[in-house]
Nanobody, 122 residues
Framework: QVQLVESGGGLVQAGGSLRLSCAAS????????MAWFRQAPGKERDFVAA???????YYADSVKGRFSISRENAKNTVYLQMNSLKSDDTAVYYC????????????????WGQGTQVTVSS
C-alpha cells in the first residue's frame, strides 16, 4: 500500500520561502513521476511541478524560476522549495504519484497525500 505524507506548510509573508516535503512509503519503485498540485478555495486543483524517475523536472509557468522540485531517493522523499512567494500561491498543496508517463494530467495520478496548507500574506 502506498502512502504519501506532506509536511512543511504554514503562514509566510509575501516574498518569503517555504519548503514542502512529501514522504512516500510502499511500492514507490513503481512510480514514473511524483508531483505537486495545489488547490485554492473555489478553484480547480492545478499542476505545480513534477519530477520523473530519471530526474527530469517540469513546472507550471506560474512558478517557473521561483519553485524547485527535488527528491532524496534514500529517504523516498520529494521536496518543493518555494521562493518569492506571492498571495496567489495561497492554496492547499498536494503531493501525488503516478505510474503513467502522462505526468501533467491530474487524472493520471493514483496516489495522493492529504494536503498541506500554504498561506501567503500580503
Amino acid at each position: 500500500q502506498v502512502q504519501l505524507v506532506e509536511s512543511g506548510g504554514g503562514l509566510v509573508q509575501a516574498g518569503g520561502s517555504l519548503r514542502l516535503s512529501c514522504a512516500a512509503s510502499g511500492r514507490t519503485v513503481s512510480f514514473y513521476a511524483m508531483a505537486w498540485f495545489r488547490q485554492a478555495p473555489g478553484k480547480e486543483r492545478d499542476f505545480v511541478a513534477a519530477i520523473t524517475r530519471t530526474g527530469s523536472t517540469y513546472y507550471a509557468d506560474s512558478v517557473k524560476g521561483r519553485f524547485s522540485i527535488s527528491r532524496e531517493n534514500a529517504k523516498n522523499t520529494v521536496y518543493l522549495q518555494m521562493n518569492s512567494l506571492k498571495s496567489d500561491d495561497t492554496a492547499v498543496y498536494y503531493c501525488a504519484a503516478t505510474m503513467s508517463g502522462h505526468w501533467r494530467s491530474l487524472n493520471q495520478y493514483s496516489y495522493w497525500g492529504q494536503g498541506t496548507q500554504v498561506t501567503v500574506s500580503s
